[in-house]
């Protein structure tokens, strides 16, 4: 593959963060071009590189920028550095090993939509790279590359570094914009639109690191380089994470496009699998974005094999289209984590639940309450209490939150809900076999008490619930307490 | 007086059919004539009370009967009222009267401080054993009452707890206090930690 | 006014309110937690989801939307269609109100908002039978979080009313939500309880059992309470109020929404300003001075007692000649003790409390006219304390606590002659210029210092007509009970002459006849004294009264 | 009341905890400038003062309120909000354990235990010795060296529950003061 690194092509150059460095390398000389093209034909040039946000909805960014208003006096440049997504770390990498790069992207963003503040909002738990990035900020302010009347254009931007503190939903952009305002991160209702009023009430603008660690190589490669690398719809390179039991866990660049199983057992990739285990799922664009099948599905009992349904899914193409065929949400992060198969498949739930139940923001009562629920059913699954009814009701419960539906204020719920669905649906069978496997007077201890009757009840009232099955056949003989 | 004080009623409109009141006469007369010609269940209508009683004949069912009151203890020997006023509300006599308070207990908040039944003006229906949602007041097969002055029979509290005590043999508690966390019995005192310690 | 549809009726609606509330008001039962007209729309308790339609992309035709819109945060705009009875609708309704139930305890039968609690209705309407969750649900402790509330936590519903009340009304943000996901909670800083002056209002916000007023605290159920129409006597504004009562008395005071003056809130001086109503030490009984002391007497005999007396004052005062001194009820020793009669003031004054409805006041001032037409006629003693608090949203608290300063003073004005204030009418009454008055009182508090005690003192035939015992009680000569506010019909004139009618909820307690019906019978009208009748009376001369001011009835839970 | 309830009208002085002083106030005051609002300082204000304090006390709660003109509960808001921060002392050195799904997919459930056995304390608890507490988060962003594990600002990657003891005992752990820039560097003298 001929495919040259540029996202990435400072990882593992000595000394990378610094400024002489990377100017070495031809750095800041994409911002250089962009200060002289006016802001409107910059803006132009990005809506005909359709650069996908690569946050995980890969809404385009020249589109999202027309939004601002043509009449505004302040704008805000948010810069999305909360990278929270489970087994995400793309941003980190770049952080680390490239931060002007970063710095030169908010530059050119900053000047294509007119803002002289430009936030850069990072997740608390990054301490090393919050440094990178701080001593990168002061080096390029020192350089004339922010403050005041940068490079002789008499364009102004400030830029600060604002630190997170551990919420997964300050990485929605309006919980990220509260979060900066200084209250908790509680997603807003739109309308309206941050581009519209967004930050301290303002125009804003939020965009990804990734995102913007594009820009200057969109100008200084020109927008035919760009086109030329990727799929029809997805253009650009992607950094791909891919983490787990394998044999090269780590972040690489790829144009977009690459397999899942390129991913995991190409030898520039992921280099297979370690200890020559097979794979039994992947979560490939981070948790939210839901699951895919690996080599190894659930055998059916009787050996026989339903084409609908046991085939492995790792053909499945990392791009902005090709995941949906596979059911799921979006391309997401493109951060890949493999289960292998001596995983129990009950660990995996309880671990997702956990996630979503511990961050939810607890605005949406879908949210707040079927997160916690499922994660309370995902507990008692794993320690041996399981129906078969549960999974139904987890799925049910999974179908009924989230912004697709128009049920929440954000879509933190569907990413809740697509992970949780997606292993349900696709390892129904192996979550049979394990509750089928287990003791049959486990439950007793983790069911209420008071609401024995319940155990028996699963039907929502008007609604048809597959019937109850479950473990145990007979009513359990519920003690009162004493 | 307001003008929604005032109940207007209406007396219902009789038709010419029941103007007759001969089929309710007949109605009546059936029954009269049933009992006459039926010999075998005769003797079985009239009891020489008190000589004899129906607990002698065997005829008392004591877990349906309608009698006298009484006020269930919860496992701790407390009053397992909550003081919901929901059998007050039910009544259609009136004849229940309670005053809530605040309970001593730490697992509990709410209980009658005072329970007043005037077993007078009661028409033992069992709605309030119905409207009971701890089952704390019961209707006992106790069906003498007796005594010199009215003000003997509006039981108080301490009396239908008494009762209770002195009918628990006859007729078991019906439910167990087993409803939801707070309302009887010692559970609820597990109450988690306030947030700002218990932050994971 | 934009007309919209909903389910197929067009309604027509004001302009500017989200669809929630046109459906609301249209009398739609739509289940909704978060959303409060007075407050700012969060749209966090996605209960009441709608349908809507829009343009379809693809073919451009109006269509089912195929997602669902919170209504409350959809405004209405002309021609919007928009569905609540669809299937979408009722399964996310179901869905919600399972996920409320999920942690919410079942304690309804000691819960005080049982009755007239939202999750109860809506889970009867909406809800499912039974809870599917067979794990324990997550128990939170119950707060102190102020004098007056209790946080019951685990019945909170997250609505998050409250901490916006007092944000947004209060302006001074004691309540937070603290915590995140299904662990948030309401709480407060410790050691920075909930106490604002409209604090109480965040337990009629909450519309689940989770703050709840101390003072109402299992005293009883709702459902046993009757609502009269109400307006508090607490300050000048005339804030309108639902009194709850039942036979055993009043039981709290609930804001009753007027969209001119207090919206859908009241002050806590408002609410809790009915304890006097229920003091055991109420007069209960007219007393007449005889020899030195207080002996009851029989309503019956009042008006003779009275009129009598008055008249003969009157007479004294008139050039005509002496008075008929002698046929007066009391020891002639006693009347004997004033001796000025000023220029241009009768010897008898009528002090007009502004604890007074405008009809009583009138029929006092008519009945003092009608016994001396030069009887002083005084407005009685405006208590204030401390100066006007503005809170951000406009709501005002007077410095002036009594409802009806404005009303009395307007039929003062109009009836002319000699009037006084209650500093002119004491400076008076230490000169002796006063041979008898008729003392109004009615306040909550004592409100008789030692000065008002020392010059009233200075006059021989005092009448006091008060709720309480005070200083006067050994100056006056005939003590007659007055009914507080609650057991009386009429109608007060705010601060700003807004002219508000209130209806009586309780009887007069045993013994204490209510004022209007009193002053009827003193002016020998025969009958029953209806506000209505008088007010009516008084429009014929004073064209201020002919009108009064009733705010909207909103349908229930339209707020 | 005698069934259980939390008084929250009080706060007794002990339980009010250590306040912040006049330079860590002054450096909050420096923020200012950054944002257009004082109450958008309160993210960088609570990074400063836990670096001083180690901890949010009620008191430091009450005085950042005071400085940034909030309600002193919008600051208990976002306090319990973010995991970040924390409302009790902790140790000197605090472990941020990850325990997102790669972390336990490669052994992080047993770098858990191990750990909690050889602390003797759970999550969000301290040593008796006031040296260690820890706390887990849901990702460190470091999935490609699962498990992995934060002491104070330092990572440690790939660690299995054999490595603790070596990572325990390592001397570094008590002066792992990272090269901080300016900028949430608490003032020199508050360190405890």
């Not at chain 3, 609650?486 to 009887?507: I, K, S, V």
């Not at chain 4, 970040?84 to 235990?113: A, D, N, P, Q, Y």
């Given at each position: 593959m001929t495919f040259g690194r540029v996202l990435m092509r400072h990882v593992g150059v000595p000394n990378s963060t610094s400024l002489a460095v990377y100017k070495a390398d031809g750095g800041y000389a994409g911002a250089a071009r962009a200060l002289q093209m006016t802001p409107d034909d910059l803006v132009e040039l990005v809506k005909k590189a359709n650069l996908r946000g690569r946050g995980g909805a890969g809404f385009p960014a020249g589109v999202k920028w027309t939004f601002l208003p043509k009449d505004r006096t302040v704008t805000y440049l948010c810069v999305n550095a909360d990278e929270s997504e489970p087994p995400t770390f793309c941003n980190r990498v770049l952080i680390d090993s490239d931060p002007h790069l970063l710095l030169e992207g908010v530059l050119i963003a900053a000047y294509a939509t007119r803002t002289t503040v430009a936030y850069i909002y990072m997740r608390g738990e990054f301490c090393e790279q919050f440094h990178i990035l701080q001593r990168a900020l002061d080096e390029a302010y020192a350089a004339g590359y922010f403050g005041h009347n940068i490079l002789g254009t008499g364009h102004n931007l400030e830029c600060y570094i604002h630190r997170g503190a551990g919420a997964y939903v300050c990485g929605e952009e309006t919980g990220l914009i509260e979060s900066l305002e200084g209250k908790r991160g509680w997603p807003r209702i739109k309308p309206p639109f941050p581009a519209v009023e967004g930050l301290f009430r303002k125009p804003t603008v939020v965009n990804n690191v990734e995102t913007l660690a594009c820009l200057p190589h969109i100008l200084t490669r020109g927008l035919d380089w760009w086109l030329s690398i990727g799929t029809a719809n997805s253009k650009g390179p992607k950094m791909y994470c891919i983490s787990g039991p394998v044999n090269r866990p780590g972040c690489y660049e790829a144009p977009l496009g690459l397999t899942c199983r390129e991913l995991i057992y190409g030898a520039d990739f992921g280099g297979g699998m370690r200890d020559g285990k097979q794979v039994k799922a992947v979560f490939p664009g981070g948790l939210s974005m839901g699951a895919l099948r690996g080599d190894l599905f659930p055998k059916p009992p009787d050996g026989k094999v339903d084409p609908k349904q046991d085939y492995d899914e790792l053909d499945c193409a990392l791009d902005f289209d090709d995941v949906r065929k596979y059911d799921l949400l979006g391309l997401g992060t493109a951060a890949a984590v493999v289960v292998p198969e001596d995983a129990d498949i009950r660990d995996v739930l309880l671990n997702v639940t956990r996630f979503y139940a511990q961050e939810s923001c607890g605005q949406c009562t879908q949210c707040r309450e079927g997160t916690a629920w499922m994660y309370?059913?995902?507990?008692?699954?794993?320690?041996?209490?399981?129906?078969?009814?549960?999974?139904?009701?987890?799925?049910?419960?999974?179908?009924?939150?989230?912004?697709?539906?128009?049920?929440?204020?954000?879509?933190?719920?569907?990413?809740?809900?697509?992970?949780?669905?997606?292993?349900?649906?696709?390892?129904?069978?192996?979550?049979?076999?394990?509750?089928?496997?287990?003791?049959p007077g486990a439950a007793q201890s983790l069911i209420r008490r008071t609401n024995a009757a319940a155990y028996e009840l699963p039907v929502l009232h008007g609604r048809a619930v597959q019937p109850a099955g479950g473990t145990f056949a007979t009513p359990l003989d519920v003690a009162p307490p004493r | 007086m307001r003008d929604d004080d005032i109940i207007v009623l209406k007396e219902p409109e009789l038709t010419p059919a029941e103007r007759l009141y001969l089929p309710q006469i007949l109605d009546g007369l059936k029954t009269t004539l049933r009992h006459m010609f039926d010999l075998q269940r005769r003797h079985a209508v009239v009891h020489q009370y008190p000589e004899q009683t129906r607990e002698d004949t065997g005829e008392l069912r004591t877990a349906n009967y309608h009698g006298v009151h009484r006020l269930n203890k919860d496992p701790d020997g407390r009053v397992a009222c909550v003081a919901c006023f929901m059998c007050s509300t039910a009544c259609p006599a009136h004849c229940i009267h309670i005053e809530a308070g605040e309970s001593p207990w730490p697992d509990r908040e709410k209980y009658p401080v005072q329970f007043d039944i005037d077993e007078l003006?009661?028409?033992?229906?069992?709605?309030?054993?119905?409207?009971?949602?701890?089952?704390?007041?019961?209707?006992?097969?106790?069906?003498?009452?007796?005594?010199?002055?009215?003000?003997?029979?509006?039981?108080?509290?301490?009396?239908?707890?008494?009762?209770?005590?002195?009918?628990?043999?006859?007729?078991?508690?019906?439910?167990?206090?087993?409803?939801?966390?707070?309302?009887?019995?010692?559970?609820?005192?597990?109450?988690?930690e306030p947030n700002m310690k218990r932050k994971v | 006014m934009p007309k919209i549809i909903i389910d197929g009726?067009?309604?027509?609606?004001?302009?500017?309110?989200?669809?929630?509330?046109?459906?609301?008001?249209?009398?739609?039962?739509?289940?909704?937690?978060?959303?409060?007209?007075?407050?700012?729309?969060?749209?966090?308790?996605?209960?009441?989801?709608?349908?809507?339609?829009?343009?379809?992309?693809?073919?451009?035709?109006?269509?089912?939307?195929?997602?669902?819109?919170?209504?409350?945060?959809?405004?209405?705009?002309?021609?919007?269609?928009?569905?609540?009875?669809?299937?979408?609708?009722?399964?996310?309704?179901?869905?919600?109100?399972?996920?409320?139930?999920?942690?919410?305890?079942?304690?309804?039968?000691?819960?005080?908002?049982?009755?007239?609690?939202?999750?109860?209705?809506?889970?009867?309407?909406?809800?499912?039978?039974?809870?599917?969750?067979?794990?324990?649900?997550?128990?939170?402790?119950?707060?102190?979080?102020?004098?007056?509330?209790?946080?019951?936590?685990?019945?909170?519903?997250?609505?998050?009313?409250?901490?916006?009340?007092?944000?947004?009304?209060?302006?001074?943000?004691?309540?937070?939500?603290?915590?995140?996901?299904?662990?948030?909670?309401?709480?407060?800083?410790?050691?920075?309880?909930?106490?604002?002056?409209?604090?109480?209002?965040?337990?009629?916000?909450?519309?689940?059992?989770?703050?709840?007023?101390?003072?109402?605290?299992?005293?009883?159920?709702?459902?046993?309470?009757?609502?009269?129409?109400?307006?508090?006597?607490?300050?000048?504004?005339?804030?309108?109020?639902?009194?709850?009562?039942?036979?055993a008395g009043i039981h709290r005071i609930r804001p009753r929404y007027n969209e001119k003056i207090n919206e859908w809130w009241i002050s806590?001086?408002?609410?809790?300003?009915?304890?006097?109503?229920?003091?055991?030490?109420?007069?209960?009984?007219?007393?007449?001075?005889?020899?030195?002391?207080?002996?009851?007497?029989?309503?019956e005999e009042l008006p003779g007692l009275l009129r009598a007396p008055f008249a003969g004052v009157a007479a004294c005062a008139s050039p005509a000649g002496p008075g008929g001194g002698a046929r007066l009820a009391q020891p002639p020793s006693l009347l004997g003790r004033g001796q000025g009669e000023g220029q241009g003031i009768g010897p008898l004054a009528a002090v007009l409390s502004p604890m007074l409805t405008c009809e009583e006041a009138w029929l006092l001032a008519k009945l003092a006219r009608s016994l001396a037409p030069q009887a002083t006629l005084v407005l009685g003693h405006v208590p204030v304390s401390g100066h006007d608090q503005t809170y951000p949203n406009g709501f005002t608290i007077k410095a002036e606590k009594c409802p009806n300063r404005r009303g009395v003073e307007t039929i003062l004005q109009h009836l002319g002659g000699?009037?006084?204030?209650?500093?002119?009418?004491?400076?008076?009454?230490?000169?002796?210029?006063?041979?008898?008055?008729?003392?109004?009182?009615?306040?909550?508090?004592?409100?008789?210092?030692?000065?008002?005690?020392?010059?009233?003192?200075?006059?021989?035939?005092?009448?006091?007509?008060?709720?309480?015992?005070?200083?006067?009680?050994?100056?006056?000569?005939?003590?007659?009970?007055?009914?507080?506010?609650?057991?009386?019909?009429?109608?007060?004139?705010?601060?700003?002459?807004?002219?508000?009618?209130?209806?009586?909820?309780?009887?007069?307690?045993?013994?204490?006849?209510?004022?209007?019906?009193?002053?009827?019978?003193?002016?020998?009208?025969?009958?029953?004294?209806?506000?209505?009748?008088?007010?009516?009376?008084?429009?014929?001369?004073?064209?201020?009264?002919?009108?009064?001011?009733?705010?909207?009835?909103?349908?229930?839970?339209?707020? | 009341m005698s069934w259980r309830t939390i008084d929250r009208r009080t706060a007794a002085e002990q339980d009010l905890g250590p306040g912040l002083n006049d330079a860590v106030k002054e450096k909050i005051r420096s923020f200012f400038p950054r944002y257009p609002t004082k109450r958008a300082v309160l993210l960088p204000a609570l990074h400063i003062a836990q670096d001083a304090l180690g901890y949010i006390s009620l008191r430091a709660m009450r005085e950042l309120a005071e400085l940034l003109e909030?309600?002193?509960?919008?600051?208990?808001?976002?306090?319990?909000?973010?995991?970040?921060?924390?409302?009790?002392?902790?140790?000197?050195?605090?472990?941020?354990?990850?325990?997102?799904?790669?972390?336990?997919?490669?052994?992080?459930?047993?770098?858990?235990?191990?750990?909690?056995?050889?602390?003797g304390i759970g999550e969000h608890e301290t040593t008796p010795d006031g040296q260690w507490s820890y706390m887990t988060e849901e990702c460190l962003a470091a999935c490609e060296h699962a498990p992995c594990l934060l002491i104070n600002e330092k990572l440690h990657k790939g660690v299995q529950a054999e490595d603790l003891d070596r990572i325990l005992v390592d001397p570094e752990n008590d002066h792992l003061d990272m090269p901080r820039s300016t900028l949430f560097d608490a003032p020199a003298e508050t360190k405890p």
């Open positions: 309370k059913i995902a507990q008692r699954i794993r320690a041996g209490a399981g129906r078969r009814v549960d999974l139904d009701i987890i799925e049910e419960t999974s179908r009924n939150m989230g912004m697709i539906p128009g049920l929440s204020i954000c879509g933190l719920p569907d990413g809740a809900a697509w992970p949780i669905r997606t292993l349900i649906q696709k390892f129904r069978r192996e979550f049979e076999q394990r509750i089928a496997a287990q003791e | 003006r009661c028409i033992y229906c069992g709605l309030c054993e119905e409207a009971c949602p701890v089952d704390a007041i019961e209707l006992t097969p106790l069906y003498e009452l007796v005594s010199c002055t009215r003000e003997e029979l509006i039981l108080d509290k301490e009396k239908l707890l008494q009762i209770y005590e002195e009918t628990k043999g006859i007729k078991p508690r019906r439910n167990p206090p087993v409803t939801d966390y707070g309302l009887t019995g010692t559970q609820g005192l597990d109450v988690a | 009726h067009t309604i027509e609606c004001r302009s500017g309110i989200p669809v929630l509330q046109a459906a609301l008001e249209a009398g739609l039962a739509v289940p909704h937690y978060c959303y409060h007209p007075g407050l700012s729309v969060v749209a966090s308790c996605r209960l009441c989801l709608m349908e809507m339609k829009m343009p379809n992309p693809k073919t451009g035709q109006m269509d089912w939307a195929p997602k669902l819109f919170p209504s409350c945060q959809t405004p209405v705009r002309d021609g919007l269609e928009v569905r609540f009875r669809s299937d979408p609708v009722r399964e996310n309704q179901q869905h919600v109100m399972e996920y409320y139930l999920l942690n919410h305890p079942l304690d309804c039968p000691v819960c005080d908002k049982a009755g007239e609690c939202y999750l109860q209705d809506y889970t009867e309407a909406n809800g499912p039978a039974t809870s599917r969750m067979v794990e324990d649900k997550t128990k939170n402790p119950k707060k102190d979080i102020g004098p007056h509330t209790l946080l019951y936590q685990d019945r909170c519903v997250l609505c998050s009313r409250c901490v916006r009340f007092c944000d947004e009304i209060a302006g001074t943000g004691e309540l937070a939500v603290v915590g995140r996901g299904s662990r948030c909670e309401i709480d407060v800083l410790p050691g920075q309880p909930l106490e604002n002056p409209l604090q109480g209002n965040v337990v009629d916000l909450c519309p689940v059992g989770a703050l709840l007023d101390k003072g109402f605290l299992f005293k009883q159920r709702v459902w046993l309470l009757r609502s009269a129409r109400s307006v508090s006597p607490a300050d000048s504004r005339g804030q309108t109020i639902w009194i709850d009562y039942n036979e806590d001086e408002a609410r809790f300003g009915w304890k006097h109503v229920h003091r055991p030490d109420r007069l209960r009984q007219p007393r007449i001075r005889q020899g030195v002391a207080l002996q009851p007497a029989r309503w000699p009037t006084a204030s209650f500093q002119e009418f004491l400076a008076q009454a230490v000169e002796g210029r006063f041979r008898a008055a008729y003392v109004t009182g009615g306040y909550p508090d004592a409100w008789v210092t030692d000065p008002v005690a020392a010059a009233l003192a200075r006059i021989p035939f005092l009448v006091v007509h008060d709720l309480f015992p005070s200083a006067l009680d050994g100056a006056a000569a005939v003590q007659i009970p007055g009914a507080a506010w609650t057991e009386r019909e009429g109608t007060f004139m705010n601060c700003d002459g807004l002219l508000q009618p209130f209806e009586r909820a309780l009887p007069p307690l045993e013994g204490v006849k209510a004022d209007g019906q009193f002053f009827y019978e003193l002016l020998g009208q025969p009958g029953l004294f209806r506000a209505q009748t008088v007010r009516e009376t008084m429009a014929a001369e004073l064209p201020q009264f002919s009108e009064v001011f009733i705010p909207r009835d909103l349908p229930k839970r339209a707020h | 909030l309600p002193p509960s919008a600051v208990l808001d976002v306090v319990t909000f973010y995991t970040h921060f924390w409302t009790h002392s902790r140790g000197r050195k605090t472990i941020v354990l990850c325990r997102s799904l790669t972390c336990e997919l490669m052994g992080g459930g047993r770098v858990r235990e191990g750990l909690e056995q050889r602390l």
